[in-house]
């Protein structure tokens, strides 16, 4: 059975820098699409970035230059890595392993898998 497990959320001022980790159990991350999503309360949970099969990276405009995604295979592990924070970054960020890809009109998609893992609380003071 997979198992996701999210750590490194907090309570940061804006501008200052948070890694989240994303650590696997069950099949490796290897060679699978998986992503962030994050969620701000009465919101719907958004994607945040994926990383595709092929390895290339993919980037809300929201976060794009601030955040990056990475995956370390050996550890099994997901990261993002977020800079510059801002208040509205403030959400539970979740990973997603298990999701499918797909690219149409110079642009690539991400849609969810089944594999959450319990999220991790962000909070970005002003």
């Known amino acids: 059975q997979v198992q996701l497990v999210e750590s490194g959320g907090g309570l940061v001022q804006a501008g200052e820098s948070l890694r989240l980790s994303c650590a696997r159990s069950?099949?490796?991350?290897?060679?699978?699409?998986i992503a962030w999503y994050r969620q701000a309360p009465g919101k719907q949970r958004d994607l945040v970035t994926f990383i595709t099969s092929f390895g290339t990276r993919h980037y809300a405009d929201s976060v794009k230059g601030r955040f990056t995604i990475s995956r370390d295979n050996a550890e099994n592990t997901l990261y993002l890595q977020m800079n510059s924070l801002k208040p509205e970054d403030t959400a539970v960020y979740y990973c997603?392993?298990?999701?499918?890809?797909?690219?149409?009109?110079?642009?690539?998609?991400?849609?969810?898998?089944?594999?959450w893992g319990q999220g991790t609380q962000v909070t970005v003071s002003s």
């Open positions: 069950g099949i490796t991350f290897t060679s699978e699409a």
């Open positions: 997603n392993s298990g999701g499918s890809t797909s690219f149409s009109d110079d642009t690539w998609y991400y849609a969810a898998g089944d594999n």
